[in-house]
């Protein structure tokens, strides 16, 4: 990649060329149609000019024209390694800039969980997603608070599928409290592993991505991947295991401890939860708010708070969770 000094036209634009001379690194720098280039213009009063293999940065104001030639060169060095930029990860890299004043896109593509069914290598796509996977990586229990869309449940199921297959645990158990139908698992049809099911859901909807069908459900008939309903917990030990409990939230005070004292040798845990989606009865507290409490600070136990700003699911749902939180902001 080469540059041309910054010049100013007669007519006071500023301008800055960069040259891209291999086309496949260009098309992963441009993205469909050009759609990256469109999603930067949109934020920054700059047109992007691409003739051939320049791509010229033209706007009225020179510092904006430098920041976001800056930030080509960091979306080129992605586009070099050979990952594929997506119009969200332009988004994010934004919010660093507006966050951060720069952005530092490199360290999140070259951190790769797992891989796909299809071959296809899971990364953190934001700042708050890294320390999450450093943080499951480096202590024994994390406790995952944020909004929908986070990929809270979802980077839990890789990083435990990632040590499975390093030989590292023995099993994956799957728990999570029965609270939102509003009625005892004893009521609902079929056996244990039908009643839990529909709550595991988006659990089963991580693996499927994981693991080929077949494949997940052998592990389930091994009880390599188990499925426990939290109240099924007590008494049990489990040693060796990587254990996710999710919608932590819907979780008393006395099944949080429950739960956290139910480790054995070798295994690790990871609560996950948005403290903003209780469905717990009215009076109930939950066990997710009042945790941080009475464990934070102690020595492998990690808190991460994941934002609006981490949430990697279509742009409307960033939308949805900023003005919820602003209403709610508003409200107190």
């Given at each position: 990649?080469n ?6 036209s ?55 024209v ?5 930030y ?54 934001t ?11 480096a ?13 809270k449940t979802?980077?839990?199921v ?12 023995s ?5 999570r ?13 079929g ?8 709550y ?21 008939d ?15 030990t489990?040693?060796d ?39 717990l ?38 939308r ?13």
């Amino acid at each position: 990649m080469n540059e041309n000094h910054l010049k100013e036209s007669e007519m006071g634009t500023y301008s800055q060329t960069m040259v891209v001379s291999d086309q496949d690194i260009m098309e992963r720098l441009a993205g469909n149609n050009d759609e990256n280039f469109r999603v930067i213009e949109e934020r920054f009063p700059v047109r992007l000019v691409v003739r051939g293999e320049q791509i010229t940065v033209q706007g009225p104001d020179n510092d904006v024209v430098q920041t976001v030639f800056r930030y080509l060169e960091e979306l080129f060095k992605v586009a070099k390694q050979g990952h594929q930029i997506l119009v969200a990860d332009v988004r994010y890299g934004m919010d660093m800039i507006a966050v951060e004043g720069k952005a530092d896109l490199a360290p999140l593509y070259n951190d790769v969980i797992c891989t796909t069914a299809r071959g296809k290598p899971v990364r953190p796509k934001t700042g708050g997603q890294k320390l999450y996977i450093e943080a499951m990586r480096a202590h024994d229990i994390v406790f995952a608070i944020g909004p929908a869309g986070t990929g809270k449940t979802y980077l839990a199921v890789c990083h435990g599928v990632a040590m499975l297959k390093a030989g590292a645990i023995s099993r994956i158990v799957l728990v999570r409290p029965a609270v939102e139908a509003g009625e005892s698992l004893g009521y609902l049809p079929g056996d244990l592993r039908e009643k839990v099911e529909p709550y595991v859901r988006p659990l089963y909807d991580a693996f499927y991505d994981l693991f080929s069908p077949e494949r997940f459900l052998r592990y389930i008939d091994k009880n390599v991947i188990e499925i426990a309903p939290l109240a099924y917990m007590r008494g049990r030990t489990l040693n060796d295991s990587f254990i996710i409990l999710d919608e932590a939230q819907n979780t008393t005070p006395e099944q949080m401890k429950m739960f956290l004292t139910r480790l054995g040798f070798g295994s690790k845990a990871v609560v996950t939860g948005d403290i903003t989606q209780i469905d717990l009865p009215s009076g109930k507290k939950s066990g997710l708010i009042q945790v941080r409490e009475i464990l934070e600070g102690i020595k492998g136990i990690a808190f991460l708070e994941l934002t609006n700003r981490d949430v990697v699911r279509h742009e409307i749902v960033q939308r949805v969770v900023r003005a919820y939180e602003e209403y709610e902001n508003r409200k107190q």
